[in-house]
């Protein structure tokens, strides 16, 4: 049932500054109201007689699909914007889409060198709103990704464009370039990726780590003052923070021998065969993998390495004794947690969603690609588990805010968030905490900066 959009003091605030920066970055926390203060931007702008609908916002699917026209059902001040998902497997079915008449368009950004195909020199939208922004990090000098490197041919026909993400760096300060062209075309960090890095950063000859030089950090939070506001929950809501406990998995000695031999020769003697690989990226994912439980070998196969993580899992889950949600990677791990709880049950969709919601399910396990936009599980419960460890935070921070403390609170629930990592020792697990540690550092010092200047 919708009802009156009443925002709060902080969603006024983006929009406001929506309205007053025609182009712009607004970087919200999951959980602050990013999209609902969007549409009080849009009806605002309708109110005042603009002539710019419609509106394209891009975002991933289940985003663009769902999470766009739900809310816009909520709230009965938003009724009148007529929302259009462009969404469907063959052209013929986007095509009738945009036959239907509407005030915003969302679609998403695997289809978007599709639809600039589509309209060519006749680019209807002259308001973009790029959720989830973060997607189009891959930019390069216009060989970047071929969605942003489409989206970019139409850029400089945008009259208005709104970069929206809570999560603005989460590879670090140098994903914030291909981002930033679709404000300002360059003006701010460089017209050009490989001078941005050049004159900030330096990659290391081994590593291949980048490291910002001295006066970097400075020079980026100076440069996008004016066009980007960030809203942290800590600073708008009495929000309790995440408790964050490590549980470490000591390996059988069979299983770190295996590892050791990844580790060091590039290949793992297996009771079933040999693994071997042959550069160090692979090997990396291969050494992941045995952290977690078992490794693929060239031809898709599962190999058993241990089984001390779900070991750990039964104990985490046991002492809890509250349902509890269970980030995986591989396919393997999946498979695993369900041969020893039958109790568990994999994320496919809505069904899951709402009998978690309901307490009905104990064990729920999600991959983060799959989970980590536009789901609310915060009613199920407030305990995560992360079984096995990647390198990407931006997955990491989006499916733990699923059940994050904004949503708790605004849920009416009086409760911590729990999250655990369990961490085989002596393994790359360790490393992957401390590279994710160090960007997580990053980007709250980003969102502080800004969070400070816009107060």
């Known amino acids: 049932?919708?009802?009156?959009?009443?925002?709060?003091?902080?969603?006024?605030?983006?929009?406001?500054?929506?309205?007053?920066?025609?182009r712009c970055n607004v970087w919200g926390a999951p959980g602050t109201g990013k999209t609902s203060a969007v549409y009080s931007f849009l009806d605002l702008l309708v109110l005042c007689g603009s002539n710019f609908l419609p509106v394209l916002i891009i975002g991933p699917l289940a985003v663009a699909r769902d999470v766009w026209p739900a809310e816009q059902a909520k709230w009965t001040d938003f009724k009148h914007l007529r929302i259009v998902p462009i969404i469907g497997s063959t052209p013929r079915a986007r095509t009738n889409c945009l036959l239907i008449k509407g005030d915003v368009y969302t679609i998403n950004y695997e289809n978007l060198p599709w639809l600039v195909g589509y309209f060519g020199e006749r680019w209807p939208f002259q308001i973009v709103v790029a959720d989830e922004s973060t997607r189009l990090r891959g930019y390069r000098d216009g060989q970047g990704t071929k969605r942003s490197s489409a989206l970019a041919s139409v850029a400089h026909k945008v009259h208005r464009w709104v970069n929206l993400t809570g999560t603005p760096s989460p590879h670090g300060l140098e994903s914030l370039w291909g981002q930033q062209w679709f404000i300002d075309f360059g003006a701010r960090l460089g017209t050009s990726y490989s001078?941005?890095?050049?004159?900030?950063?330096?990659?290391?000859?081994?590593?291949?780590?980048?490291i910002p030089r001295a006066g970097t950090r400075e020079w980026i939070y100076d440069a996008l003052k004016d066009c980007s506001i960030a809203i942290r929950t800590e600073d708008w809501l009495p929000v309790h923070e995440v408790n964050r406990f490590e549980r470490r998995v000591t390996l059988p000695e069979d299983a770190m021998k295996q590892y050791r031999q990844m580790a060091k020769k590039m290949f793992a003697e297996m009771p079933t065969g040999t693994i071997t690989v042959f550069n160090a990226l692979v090997k990396s994912i291969k050494l992941v993998q045995m952290a977690s439980g078992s490794i693929y070998d060239e031809m898709g196969e599962t190999h058993h390495v241990h089984d001390a993580k779900l070991d750990a899992l039964r104990s985490l889950y046991d002492e809890l004794g509250e349902n509890l949600l269970v980030v995986y990677h591989f396919k393997f791990d999946s498979a695993s947690i369900c041969a020893k709880f039958p109790e568990a049950v994999m994320y496919k969709g809505k069904e899951q969603e709402d009998l978690w919601n309901a307490g009905r399910i104990g064990m729920l396990l999600v991959h983060p690609k799959s989970a980590g936009h536009g789901l609310s599980l915060q009613h199920g419960g407030r305990a995560v588990c992360f079984f096995t460890n990647t390198f990407d935070l931006e997955l990491r921070l989006q499916v733990l805010e699923r059940i994050g403390p904004a949503r708790q609170l605004l849920s009416g629930y009086d409760r911590p968030v729990l999250s655990y990592d369990l961490i085989a020792n002596g393994t790359i697990d360790d490393h992957i905490l401390s590279?994710?540690?160090?960007?997580?550092?990053?980007?709250?010092?980003?969102m502080a900066a800004r969070a400070q200047a816009n107060a």
């Open 195 to 210: 001078a941005f890095m050049k004159r900030g950063f330096v990659v290391e000859q081994y590593t291949r780590a980048v």
């Open 435 to 446: 590279v994710i540690d160090g960007r997580a550092t990053e980007q709250q010092a980003l």
């Open 1 to 22: 049932m919708s009802e009156p959009w009443i925002g709060r003091d902080h969603q006024k605030l983006m929009v406001d500054f929506m309205f007053h920066v025609k």
